[in-house]
């Protein structure tokens, strides 16, 4: 039986994929069905796994470490920013999958997700659900907390696909 990440990591890796034309008689076609609709086949985690203060960093396979050190050290010119403070787990994926349809066309945009300080055992259920989401979310090809400087645990810089 074939897991729902074998699944997903098999759709990611033939989603830019173009038809090779082995006649050589046209062009292929490229397409831009990837991201015409905000993403919306997401699922909700029911409790929290991640503390406010530990460092997250995710990257899909062939994502340069050159990526994750600029946004490690925040070395990133612009990035829109998303601020998720007093949302439920609902709302949060509502607002994420706006955001990043709208930013489709930016390399790098932040979300501020907080660190759950008044969640209970320090453990924060919206930065627990982020990292699940961005995880899920098919344009996103690598993410990683912030420093300090722009909201450390708090917040995550994340790389967008480019929307060819």
Known sequence: MISENDKSLFRNSIDDQLPVDKD?????????????????????????????SEIV??????????IIKKMKRGNIDHAPSLDLHGQTVQEACQSLSQF????RDERFIQII???????????????????????????ILAFCSCP?????????FACLKADV
């Not at 990837?34 to 929290?48: I, K, N, W």
């Not at 990043?100 to 930013?103: E, K, R, S, W």
């Not at 300090?148 to 995550?156: C, I, N, R």
């Open 24 to 52: 050589g008689d046209q062009e292929p076609k490229a397409t831009n069905t990837h991201f015409d609709q905000p993403f919306e086949s997401y699922s909700y985690l029911s409790e929290a796994n991640i503390s406010g």
């Open 57 to 66: 960093s995710y990257a899909k396979d062939g994502v340069s470490p050159k």
């Open 100 to 103: 990043i349809h709208y930013h």
């Open 113 to 139: 997700h907080g660190k759950g300080y008044h969640s209970s055992q320090g453990l924060s259920i919206i930065k627990s659900q982020v990292v699940h989401y961005l995880k899920q979310h098919p344009q």
């Open 148 to 156: 300090q400087k722009d909201g450390g645990t708090g917040a995550v």
